[in-house]
Nanobody, 119 residues
Framework: QLVESGGGLVQPGGSLRLSCVGS????????VGWFRQAPGKMREEVSC????????TYADSVKGRFTVSRDNAKSTVYLQMNNLKPEDTAVYSC??????????????WGQGTQVTVSS
């Protein structure tokens, strides 16, 4: 099971930190991805972090603004989002990868948390 938190309403240029807490599986075994879906748009992968955090990936649209990290002792993956833009508005979800590396083959999804960037 994965549970996200940390979403909310923020003004453009602001920051939020999302958390994804996992339970029911071995901490640190799987890569974890962050995804987002805006109304009327397809879901896109925002970022991914390998099982031990050695490898991270980002969508071009968030590079330099978002940072993914993880604390396996707490079974938690974070997404720090800075300099937020209105186009970042979406429901953000985390998902467990089938493998230790970011393969894109996801097995378990959280319920999502809403991020709204608006003045």
């Amino acid at each position: 099971q994965l549970v996200e938190s940390g979403g909310g309403l923020v003004q453009p240029g602001g920051s939020l930190r999302l958390s994804c807490v996992g339970s029911g599986f071995t901490p640190g075994y799987n890569a974890v991805g962050w995804f987002r879906q805006a109304p009327g748009k397809m879901r896109e992968e925002v970022s991914c972090i390998s099982s031990r955090g050695g490898t991270t990936t980002y969508a071009d649209s968030v590079k330099g603004r978002f940072t993914v990290s993880r604390d396996n002792a707490k079974s938690t993956v974070y997404l720090q989002m800075n300099n937020l833009k209105p186009e970042d508005t979406a429901v953000y979800s985390c998902a467990l990868d089938r493998y230790t590396y970011c393969s894109g083959s996801m097995t378990t999804w959280g319920q999502g948390t809403q991020v709204t960037v608006s003045s």
